[in-house]
C-alpha cells in the first residue's frame, strides 16, 4: 500500500480545491427546499462549478471498475438512500433530509464534501440522525494527528454511533485524496484504537460516516449505483478532507458556511 504524503505546493492545492468544495456546498443551502428537484440541485452546482470556479465536477462519468459512468456532477442521497444517489426527477418534500456530496477537481486536485440538508422541518428523529453523524465525522477527525492510528478514528465513530443506537455502514468508507479521487488509505468508520495505519504529515484523506438509524445492512438500486438502507431507515452522511499536520490536523473542506464543529 503506497501513501502518497503531500508536499506543501500540493497542500496548498489541496486547500483551494477543498475550499471550491465547501463553496459548492455553501451555494446550495438555501436552494434546498419543498418542490426542488435533485436534478435542478445538480444543474446549479454543475453550472457553478464549470462556469465560476473554472473546475471540473469529479462525479460526472466517473466510472471505477465494474460501474458504468455516473451521469451528474453532484451526489444526491435522500431519506433512506446512503450515498451516491443520482439527481434526477425526484421533487424534494417537507421533511426530507438530504446528502449533498461534492467533488471538484481544481488544477488537478480533488476536494471533497458532503452535508446534510434539511427539506423544510425534519422530524426529531431525523435531526437526532444527522446531528449524531455530524458529531461522528467530528470525533474521527479529532483523533487525527501524527502517530495515531487510522483504527483509532473508526473507533470513536463507531463508539458514539452505536452508543446512540445507530449503526455504522460497513461496506463505504474514507479514503485518500489528491490527485486522484480515490486514494489509499481506505478509512474505515468502524474499528479498534492502536489497530491500522499509522498517520504521518502530509497524508490526505476523508472522514466521511454513513450512519443509519436502524440495521448497517444495505443494497444498491438498478441503476447501479444508488445505495439504501436494507430496512428502509433513514441514512445520514457528513464529509470532509482533513490533512494530517506535524502537530494534529486540518480540515481542508472548510468554506464560509460550513457547520461549526460541536462544541463536545
Known amino acids: 500500500m503506497t501513501i502518497h504524503l503531500k508536499t506543501a505546493e500540493e497542500i496548498e492545492r489541496m486547500r483551494i480545491a477543498g475550499q471550491l468544495a465547501g463553496e459548492v456546498l455553501d451555494f446550495v443551502a438555501p436552494r434546498v427546499k419543498p418542490g426542488v428537484t435533485t436534478g435542478e440541485l445538480d444543474r446549479l452546482c454543475h453550472d457553478l462549478i464549470v462556469e465560476e470556479q473554472k473546475a471540473i465536477p469529479a462525479p460526472l462519468n466517473y466510472a471505477p471498475p465494474g460501474y458504468k459512468p455516473f451521469p451528474k456532477s453532484i451526489c444526491t442521497s435522500v ?52 446531528e449524531t453523524t455530524y ?28 452508543s446512540h443506537g445507530y449503526s455504522v455502514v460497513r461496506e463505504f468508507c474514507g479514503h485518500g485524496i489528491g490527485r486522484k479521487f480515490h486514494e489509499e488509505p481506505q478509512v474505515l468508520h468502524y474499528g479498534r484504537s ?26 444498491e438500486l438498478a441503476d447501479g449505483w444508488t445505495i439504501v438502507t436494507k430496512d428502509h431507515s433513514l441514512s445520514a452522511q457528513w464529509e470532509h478532507t482533513v490533512l494530517v499536520t506535524g502537530t494534529g490536523f486540518e480540515v481542508l473542506t472548510l468554506s464560509a458556511g460550513t457547520p461549526p464543529p460541536p462544541k463536545h
Open 79 to 130: 431519506n433512506h438512500q446512503v450515498c451516491h444517489g443520482i439527481p434526477g426527477e425526484r421533487v424534494l418534500k417537507a421533511g426530507d433530509i438530504l446528502n449533498i456530496d461534492v467533488t471538484v477537481i481544481k488544477d488537478g486536485f480533488h476536494g471533497d464534501s458532503s452535508r446534510m440538508y434539511y427539506v423544510g422541518e425534519p422530524s426529531i428523529q431525523a435531526k437526532r440522525l444527522c
Open 135 to 162: 458529531e461522528c465525522m467530528w470525533l474521527g477527525i479529532r483523533e487525527v494527528r501524527p502517530g495515531a492510528f487510522l483504527g483509532d478514528v473508526g473507533a470513536a465513530i463507531q463508539q458514539h454511533a452505536e
Open 194 to 219: 492502536g489497530t491500522g495505519t499509522r498517520l504521518q504529515p502530509g497524508m490526505t484523506f476523508t472522514i466521511e460516516p454513513m450512519i443509519n438509524a436502524g440495521k448497517p445492512a444495505i443494497r
